[in-house]
Structure formats: structure tokens, C-alpha cells
């Protein structure tokens, strides 16, 4: 579990190294031949991290329900949500990771219940569903160093 957190680690620090290097417009901005851009990205990994870690252990999510919704897979961006979030995605980047570790630590999660994710991982423990989460994190990461290209 120690090289799972540090890779978490690792990737947060690269999406707020991302975060911090974009103007709020280019955070927004969906570049041609694209579908989403930098902040959904971002959203979207808050969304199902607190899906992976919090809901499948049926404890309440440290994100507010209408982001959680906002982010989930299936959604789409629109500039004036996106506009909206911009501060509250920036500011529980780092609570919801910190939050997750000392809840995953001290024992504050719930029983966790399996479950197939839709890419076909079967994740049977909380430490599957943290080791899944770095791969889901990952792939954004490289959707979002595309989407940098363009901006």
C-alpha cells in the first residue's frame, strides 16, 4: 500500500502542477477534436475517487453531492458549471487526497463491497479500489497532457 499512496502522491502533484500552470479560461477551453478539457478532467478524477474509496465502502463522500454529480462519468463540460467549480475543484484536489489517506489510516471507511468497474477491473478490497484509482488518474493525466498540446 506504500507504493500505491506514493504514486497517488506523485500524480496529485502533477495535476496541481497542471492546475496551477492555466489561466482560468484555458482550465476551460475545449480544443478542437476534443470532447472534454483540463478542469472536467480534473473533476472527474475527484468524482470517482470518492466513488471508488467512499461510496463502495458506503461512507459519506468528503465532496459535495453536486459536484460528485457534476463530474461522473457520462457528464459532458459546459463553460458556465466549469467556471463555477473552478475554485471548489482547486481547493478539494488536495483535501479529498489527504482526506482519503487518514480515513484509509485510521481506519474510518466502512466494509468494502466489490465491485467491476466499467472497464472491466474487479476491485475486491479498498486497496484494489486505490491501486484502480492511480490507473483511472493516470489515463486523465495523459488526457489532459493532450489537451495541453492545444492551448
Same mark, same amino acid.
Given at each position: 500500500?506504500?507504493?500505491?499512496?506514493?504514486?497517488?502522491?506523485?500524480?496529485?502533484?502533477?495535476?496541481?502542477?497542471?492546475?496551477?500552470?492555466?489561466?482560468?479560461?484555458?482550465?476551460?477551453?475545449?480544443?478542437?477534436?476534443?470532447?472534454?478539457?483540463?478542469?472536467?478532467?480534473?473533476?472527474?478524477?475527484?468524482?470517482?475517487?470518492?466513488?471508488?474509496?467512499?461510496?463502495?465502502?458506503?461512507?459519506?463522500?468528503?465532496?459535495?453531492?453536486?459536484?460528485?454529480?457534476?463530474?461522473? $462519468? !457520462?457528464?459532458?463540460?459546459?463553460?458556465? #458549471? /466549469?467556471?463555477?467549480?473552478?475554485?471548489?475543484?482547486? &481547493?478539494? @484536489?488536495?483535501?479529498?487526497?489527504?482526506?482519503?489517506?487518514?480515513?484509509?489510516?485510521?481506519?474510518?471507511?466502512?466494509?468494502?463491497?466489490?465491485?467491476?468497474?466499467? $472497464? !472491466?477491473?474487479?476491485?475486491?478490497?479498498? #486497496? /484494489?479500489?486505490?491501486?484502480?484509482?492511480?490507473?483511472? &488518474?493516470? @489515463?486523465?493525466?495523459?488526457?489532459?497532457?493532450?489537451?495541453?498540446?492545444?492551448?
Amino acid at each position: 500500500m506504500e507504493n500505491t499512496l506514493k504514486t497517488w502522491t506523485r500524480s496529485r502533484e502533477i495535476i496541481t502542477g497542471i492546475f496551477q500552470s492555466y489561466s482560468n479560461e484555458e482550465l476551460i477551453k475545449i480544443p478542437d477534436g476534443f470532447n472534454n478539457n483540463l478542469l472536467w478532467n480534473m473533476g472527474h478524477i475527484l468524482t470517482v475517487n470518492q466513488k471508488l474509496i467512499y461510496k463502495a465502502t458506503k461512507t459519506p463522500i468528503i465532496i459535495p453531492e453536486e459536484l460528485y454529480k457534476r463530474y461522473d $462519468t !457520462g457528464t459532458v463540460p459546459t463553460v458556465e #458549471e /466549469d467556471l463555477k467549480n473552478i475554485r471548489l475543484i482547486k &481547493e478539494l @484536489l488536495p483535501v479529498s487526497f489527504e482526506q482519503s489517506i487518514y480515513d484509509y489510516k485510521n481506519s474510518k471507511l466502512g466494509t468494502f463491497n466489490p465491485l467491476t468497474t466499467g $472497464t !472491466g477491473f474487479h476491485l475486491s478490497s479498498v #486497496e /484494489d479500489a486505490f491501486a484502480f484509482n492511480n490507473y483511472h &488518474e493516470a @489515463l486523465h493525466i495523459g488526457l489532459m497532457l493532450n489537451v495541453k498540446k492545444f492551448l
